[in-house]
C-alpha cells in the first residue's frame, strides 16, 4: 500500500477528484457536503491497474484548518497538489506547498483539475515554478476533469509510476503511528486511526500513547476495513486498543514502541 495526502485547494475540486478515483465519498460531515468546503480529514483509497493500493488522506485548505491539515499529511510518503485551472494558485495553495516543504516530502504529482472549465496551461506553469522551488522539486503533472473524465486515465498512469517510485519502508523500524482519529465503539472501547510510516503493528502488541507515556495493548487492526493480524508501513491503520480510555486519547498523539 501506499499513502498519498490530497492538498492544494480548499474546495470540492480536490475532494471532487478523489470522489471520482474512488468512487468514495471523502467529506465525512455534512456540513462539508453543504458549504463546498473540507473542513476535517477525509479518506478514500483504490486499488491501481498494477494491483497496487492507493490510500488518500483528504486534507482541508482554508486557513482556520491548518492544524486538521498538518495532522493528516504529516506522515505521508508523498502528494497530489491540486490547482484548478479556473482560479489559479490560490492563497491556501501556498500555506499547503509550505507545510509540505517544512515536513520534508520529497514526492508528489501536480493535478490541475476543473480543465473542463478553463485552458490549464497558465495554472500548471505557475504551480510547478512554485513547486520546484521546494523539497517537492520537479513533479510529474497532469491535467484532468473529474466532471467529464478528461485527463483521468492519463492520472491513474501518473499515480502508478508515483507508487513505484516510493521507497520501500522498513517493516522493523520503531512503530510511531501518529493518531488523526480517536473514537469510541461500544463493547470493543478505543480505536485509534493513522498513517503508519514504517514498522509493523500486531495484535496483542504493547505500546506506548504518547506523550504521557501510558502503556495500551492492541486488541485489533484493520486497515482500510479489512481486519489483519499485523500491518506493516506505509499503511493506513485503525487499531482497537484496551487501557486508553483513561488518558482521553487525541488527534497529535502518538502510539510508539516501548
Not at 492544524?67 to 508523498?78: E, S
Request: net charge neutral.
Amino acid at each position: 500500500m501506499q499513502v498519498i495526502a490530497t492538498a492544494g485547494h480548499v474546495d470540492h475540486g480536490k475532494s471532487t477528484l478523489v470522489r471520482a478515483l474512488t468512487g468514495m465519498e471523502p467529506d465525512r460531515w455534512a456540513e462539508e457536503r453543504r458549504r463546498g468546503l473540507t473542513i476535517d480529514l477525509g479518506f478514500a483509497w483504490l486499488t491501481l491497474p498494477s494491483g497496487q493500493q492507493v490510500a488518500f488522506v483528504d486534507v482541508p485548505g482554508h486557513e482556520r484548518f491548518v492544524p486538521n491539515m498538518l495532522a493528516g499529511v504529516g506522515a505521508v510518503p508523498a502528494v497530489l497538489f491540486t490547482v484548478a485551472a479556473d482560479e489559479g494558485w490560490m492563497p491556501q495553495s501556498e500555506e499547503h506547498l509550505a507545510a509540505v516543504d517544512a515536513l520534508g516530502i520529497t514526492h508528489g504529482l501536480l493535478v490541475i483539475t476543473r480543465a473542463d472549465l478553463a485552458d490549464p496551461s497558465a495554472a500548471l506553469r505557475g504551480a510547478r515554478d512554485r513547486i520546484a522551488a521546494t523539497s517537492l522539486g520537479q513533479v510529474e503533472a497532469v491535467a484532468v476533469s473529474a466532471r467529464t473524465g478528461q485527463g483521468m486515465p492519463g492520472l491513474i498512469g501518473a499515480l502508478e509510476r508515483l507508487a513505484g517510485r516510493l521507497p520501500v519502508p522498513d517493516p522493523g523500524a520503531p512503530v510511531r503511528l501518529w493518531v488523526d482519529r480517536s473514537f469510541s465503539i461500544r463493547g470493543s472501547g478505543t480505536v485509534l486511526t493513522g498513517t503508519l510510516p514504517a514498522g509493523t503493528i500486531s495484535e496483542r502488541q504493547e505500546l506506548l500513547l504518547a506523550p504521557a507515556g501510558e502503556p495500551v495493548r492492541v486488541r485489533g487492526i484493520e486497515s482500510l476495513k479489512q481486519p489483519a493480524r499485523q500491518v506493516s508501513g506505509v499503511a493506513r491503520v485503525a487499531v482497537n486498543v484496551r487501557g486508553a480510555d483513561r488518558l482521553e486519547p487525541a488527534r497529535g498523539m502518538a502510539l510508539i514502541e516501548p
